[in-house]
């Protein structure tokens, strides 16, 4: 909408100007009428117009002077100057002054509207530019605690105050359809920065601190617009100092946050009324790692998601931030990597990167859990099925590697990653296949090769024999055959030969 100021000291004129622009387009409202210019330099300071029109003659502070004034103290201000004369000179010198045009009385309707409209164009255009500008600079300043003077010079506010609103919604167009409203009721006296789908942060510009009555006023919009579906609000305190909107918008998402918690539709706090955790959530792992561990490793899937379970119980009883259950869920997930050779696998499959960002649109706590529960049980699930499928052939699949690569080393770490177990899950099994330890299974082998070593190839050293079977240390396969066989390798060679 024009803002439009009159400054005719002929009351019949101002007066029926004003009627006459009103009547034109509800774009236009014509704001105050004065007498002089005087009067209205006085009330300036309260004043928020974009056009004046002045007359050119008055018998304080005459038209020209008043454009003079108002174009060093509010250069945003387009002026209109009408007069009665038609000399050249005080056409030359509106144009010097910065006046938009020349108006001659009896004013040309026609003219003027054209004018004011094209005003209009302007202003809005210059308006939308002004607020790309100031959002793009607002989404880099919001996640700032203490952004650089340099960055903050480069933004102007259209307010005295402004306020932080963070809005989220189980639906994008539930959350878009409270901006809307929002417009149509208050104008344009807010930017929305969009975080991503269904998840705006607000800037809201106001002369004074946002009053109570006009918090309940935006939170009955926002009731009426979102009807049917799901809303969190978090409103911050209201400041005057552009190196605090980084701190608005923390204060604005604690509130957003805290309606994973609450049943209602419409979640709408301010950071006055929320009450702080006692407690954050990012210590809690550490007291149930070590049971997650040992039923990670042993894949018990049940153990497992009965703990994950119980840390859930925690973190709602503490109510936790989103944010902070994001990062529990991540550090689970590395667990089970480090714990679970396949698990990496198995999870980029199940659910890929788009996890969190699922997490990330929950709207209740319980919805959160059950997502990552569901997600990580799938995971466990399938490895355990494989590894069900596979414990038939694991054994064996072991024991050929073993015959053809029995002078190499190789520990349990890296035997059970070829089959996919875990390290005690593979000793187990294959113990209860065999009746030997896999340690004990590798010294038979190694040991029944260097038998047949000492029969068939005399001219081979023991020490040659000892190294080629995987023992390069002449004593220990000396100490290692005598255990086993019960006679030295020596002994062993030359009963062999008789």
């Not at 009665?84 to 910065?98: K, N």
């Not at 003219?111 to 209009?120: A, G, P, S, V, Y």
């Not at 050779?341 to 499959?349: I, T």
Request: charged share 25%; with cysteine.
């Amino acid at each position: 909408m024009l803002r439009i100021v009159i400054v005719d000291d002929e009351v019949l004129i101002r007066e029926g100007l004003a009627r006459m622009i009103s009547k034109e387009s509800s774009e236009f409202a014509v704001i105050r009428t004065y007498p002089d210019g005087k009067q209205l330099l006085d009330e300036l300071p309260s004043l928020q117009f974009d056009v004046l029109i002045t007359d050119i003659r008055m018998p304080q502070i005459g038209g020209l002077e008043l454009i003079r004034l108002l174009k060093s103290s509010h250069p945003h201000i387009r002026s209109l100057l009408m007069s009665g004369f038609v000399e050249f000179d005080y056409a030359r010198e509106a144009i010097r002054s910065s006046a938009v045009d020349y108006l001659l009385k009896p004013i040309n309707k026609e003219q003027l509207f054209e004018i004011l409209h094209n005003l209009d164009k302007e202003r809005t255009l210059l308006r939308e530019k002004e607020a790309r500008h100031r959002t793009g600079i607002l989404l880099s300043i919001l996640r700032i605690e203490e952004p650089s003077a340099l960055l903050l010079s480069s933004l102007s506010l259209p307010g005295a105050y402004f306020s932080v609103f963070v809005l989220k919604g189980d639906s994008p167009a539930a959350v878009c359809a409270c901006a809307d409203l929002l417009r149509q009721e208050c104008g344009e006296c807010f930017d929305v920065l969009e975080l991503r789908q269904g998840l705006e942060a607000w800037v809201w510009y106001s002369a004074q601190p946002l009053t109570p009555d006009q918090l309940l006023e935006i939170r009955e919009s926002m009731q009426a617009a979102g009807a049917g579906h799901r809303l969190h609000a978090g409103i911050s305190r209201s400041y005057a100092d552009a190196a605090k909107l980084g701190a608005a918008y923390q204060e604005a998402r604690q509130g957003c946050d805290r309606g994973i918690y609450q049943s209602r539709p419409l979640h709408y706090v301010t950071i006055e009324e929320l009450i702080q955790p006692d407690q954050a959530g990012s210590e809690l792992l550490a007291a149930y790692r070590e049971p997650l561990v040992h039923d990670l490793q042993i894949l018990n899937v049940e153990g497992v998601l009965s703990w994950i379970h119980k840390l859930f119980s925690e973190l709602a009883l503490r109510t936790v931030c989103p944010e902070d259950i994001l990062r529990i869920c991540r550090e689970i997930g590395e667990l089970a990597r480090h714990e679970v050779p396949e698990f990496s696998g198995a999870y980029r499959k199940g659910i890929s990167a788009s996890l969190e960002e699922q997490l990330e649109k929950c709207m209740a706590f319980a919805e959160m859990e059950e997502q990552f529960v569901s997600s990580f049980a799938s995971a466990l699930n399938s490895i355990r099925t494989h590894r069900l499928e596979m414990s038939g052939t694991a054994v064996e699949t072991i024991k050929r590697w073993i015959s053809a690569n029995y002078n190499q080393h190789a520990d349990l770490n890296t035997l059970a990653g070829m089959v996919y177990l875990t390290p005690s899950y593979l000793s187990k099994l294959f113990k209860q296949e065999t009746g030997l330890t896999l340690t004990d299974y590798m010294i038979e082998i190694r040991i029944r090769k260097a038998k047949l070593l000492l029969k068939n190839a005399p001219d081979l050293k023991i020490h040659e024999i000892g190294s080629e079977v995987g023992y390069p240390d002449p004593a220990y396969f000396n100490k290692l055959f005598k255990k086993v066989v019960g006679v030295t390798p020596n002994e062993y060679k030359r009963i062999s030969s008789v």
